[in-house]
């Protein structure tokens, strides 16, 4: 495709629920990170990928975030148990170059926990 | 304290005005300093990066650093309804050896005709 593709576009979980959240990168890229966007803030650092090797889970709220890139293409960010504090926008993003500067985002996914 | 600051605004500004948005950080290990813009229920899409102290034109657009006093501004000229959007600033010091992005809150521009 022509850039970052994630889905679903929008989420509504019940809190208790496991949800899933999938992002593909342009393809080629090696580097890909997933962001959380809180209403209102900018974007945080959850997670990044070289390839399929998860190098930095630094920002993962708690163990119930999970992250997975198992081809080094496609990559899926898993939530349990949602929390109404999960509800956010998750934005993946992905870079050609380990040292790019250039990250392009996907639109983002909004999930909404009620 | 966060790392970087920047004003949420929101900021109105009549077509054409001159617009100056701002940011300080804290960490000075920070090399490269970029400019996002993010339209509603859009992405973040880079506007320009500026690698340590310096200028960068692009257009209308005009990205500063000064590493000395831990702040960076993007001036908008001429500005359009076109430019109406959240701008967020985001900062790396590729810490690890990848571009780990660092934002600021995001200062929303309304620019009206």
């Known amino acids: 495709g022509a850039g970052v593709s994630q889905s679903p576009r929008y989420k509504v979980a019940k809190r208790g629920q496991d949800v899933a959240l999938r992002c593909d990168p342009i393809?080629?890229?090696?580097?890909l990170f997933w962001y959380q966007q809180a209403l209102g803030q900018g974007p945080e650092f959850l997670t990044y990928?070289?390839?399929?090797?998860?190098?930095?889970k630094s920002g993962l709220p708690s163990d119930r975030f999970f992250a997975e890139r198992p081809e080094g293409s496609v990559s899926t960010l898993k939530i349990q148990r949602t929390q109404q504090e999960d509800s956010a926008v998750y934005l993946c993003?992905?870079?050609?170059?380990?040292?790019?500067?250039?990250?392009?985002f996907g639109q983002g996914t909004r999930l909404t926990v009620v | 304290q966060k790392e970087v600051e920047q004003d949420p605004g929101p900021l109105s500004v009549p077509e054409g005005a001159i617009v100056s948005l701002n940011c300080t950080y804290s960490?000075?290990?920070?090399?490269?300093f970029m400019w996002y813009r993010q339209y509603s229920r859009k992405g973040p899409e880079l506007l320009m990066y500026?690698?340590?102290?310096g200028n960068k034109e692009d257009g209308r657009f005009t990205a500063q650093v000064d590493k000395s006093s831990k702040y960076i501004s993007l001036f908008i000229r001429d500005s359009q309804p076109s430019d109406s959007a959240t701008y967020l600033c985001?900062?790396?010091?590729?810490?690890?050896?990848?571009?780990?992005?660092?934002f600021g809150a995001g200062t929303r521009l309304a620019v009206h005709p």
């Open positions: 993003a992905s870079s050609f170059l380990i040292m790019n500067t250039e990250a392009f």
């Open positions: 500026t690698y340590s102290s």
């Open positions: 393809s080629g890229h090696v580097s």
């Open positions: 985001a900062m790396s010091g590729f810490s690890g050896g990848y571009n780990k992005l660092i």
């Open positions: 960490n000075s290990a920070f090399q490269y």
């Open positions: 990928f070289q390839n399929e090797a998860q190098l930095d």
